[in-house]
């Protein structure tokens, strides 16, 4: 049900714009938010996303949701650094102090913590650098070696 909601045209495939239109908290995805996780979920590069993948994509964004009221623990609306800091974990991303400031000075852009659409927006981030870390990491090292053609390469993927 969950699916034919979303799907708007019926076609059994969900596209980036009609991802855009699902809302949290009355406010919706947003297109680049879409676009990021549509190629993180869209495991067959076909530019949209199947039944299967839509779950995998309903599967995280409730886990994003569950991290994100889990660490709000003032109930201010806002994640501050240390916040988001225990919803990353939660939400299964493993980052280091430093990084994790590193992304607040880019997405804080209030000063005043990170609303729920500027989490899903990091996260949504986070998770496109990981797929795209993992296609790569092809002996599963967890560490990549590039040259600055291959670099340039991967950041074309992040759009």
């Not at 239109?21 to 549509?38: E, R, S």
């Not at 939400?91 to 500027?118: E, H």
Request: aromatic share 12%; net charge negative; charged share 20%.
């Amino acid at each position: 049900m969950w699916f034919k909601s979303v799907d708007n045209d019926n076609s059994g495939t969900v596209t980036a714009t009609e991802l855009a239109g699902i809302t949290f908290n009355n406010q919706p995805l947003g297109t680049i938010v879409a676009a990021k996780l549509l190629s993180v979920f869209d495991k067959d590069r076909s530019g949209s996303i199947n039944f299967y993948e839509y779950a995998a994509l309903h599967k995280f964004l409730t886990t994003l949701q569950n991290a994100w009221f889990q660490s709000d623990k003032d109930r201010s609306g806002r994640l501050d650094v240390n916040e988001i800091i225990n919803a990353l974990s939660v939400a299964g991303f493993r980052l280091s102090i430093q990084t994790v400031k590193g992304l607040m000075w880019n997405y804080d852009k209030s000063g005043y913590g990170l609303t729920f659409n500027d989490f899903l927006l990091l996260c949504a981030t986070v998770a496109q650098v990981r797929s795209v870390f993992e296609a790569k990491d092809t002996n599963r090292s967890g560490q990549l070696s590039v040259n600055y053609e291959q670099l340039v390469e991967i950041a074309g993927l992040l759009y």
